[in-house]
């Protein structure tokens, strides 16, 4: 049985686009949440041209010096009209239109792949990533270590009067208004999100911490944030107000 609906308070802390799967992706100042999900998160991808795995989209599960390249629209660019721009690793900078710039890529991680514009990526469809910083803070104290929230690769990241993951346990029919705009967990794969690999490796995929996960999945099922779809399309910008009705 469902308990009582509470309030929580709050603010946006944090916004984030990964505009290129797997790769580092870009804090934002404000952005536009619709039916996309967080416009121009997930809008492009690579996709693996090796002949055992041609056709198949390219994560950092298979190769994590993916996250040694970055994409970006720019902090101030809330609802981007056009490709990305690439960040090589060693900090240059490449257009996603450039025909060498799928070759630069390959050179890098050591294989043929293909540059494409695939809107709404994001592995449980057109969502938004949901993290709390009262979660994160938490979880660097039971853990003893810094935790990069980046490790978790969010959309919103709140700072709420919620007790730290609380989110855990916030079942369908959850909402969260940040001014305009509303998200619910609602439909397939929304929920507390249940964390893959990825997490584990730093934000740079230069060093991986196996501890992280295995402490996730004993302490905390698994789960980090909550995934969420947006049912009233709208802007949110940095320190705009949100307010968390939990369901449990």
Known sequence: MRSEVLEFHGTVAGLYRWPVKSLAGERIEAARLDERGLAGDRSHVLIDRRPKHDGHVLTVRQNAALLGWGSFYGPDVADPDGPPA???????????????????????????????????????????????????????????????????????????????????????????????????????????????????WDPAGRERWPELQRWLINKHDNKFGVIMRVTRAGAVGIGDTATARPIE
């Open 86 to 200: 690439l960040r090589t690793p060693d900090g240059g900078e490449r257009s996603w239109s450039d025909p060498t710039t799928a070759g630069a890529l390959a050179c890098s991680l050591g294989f043929p792949l293909e540059l494409r514009d695939a809107v709404g990526s994001q592995d449980r469809g057109p969502t938004v990533h949901v993290t709390m910083e009262a979660s994160r803070a938490e979880l660097a104290q039971e853990l003893s270590a810094p935790v990069e929230l980046e490790r978790f690769r969010p959309n919103v990241h709140l700072s709420l009067d919620a007790p730290a993951f609380a989110e855990e346990q916030w079942s369908a029919g959850t909402t969260i208004t940040i001014g305009e705009v509303a998200l619910e967990v609602v439909g397939d794969d929304s929920g507390p999100c249940i964390r893959c690999a990825v997490p584990s």
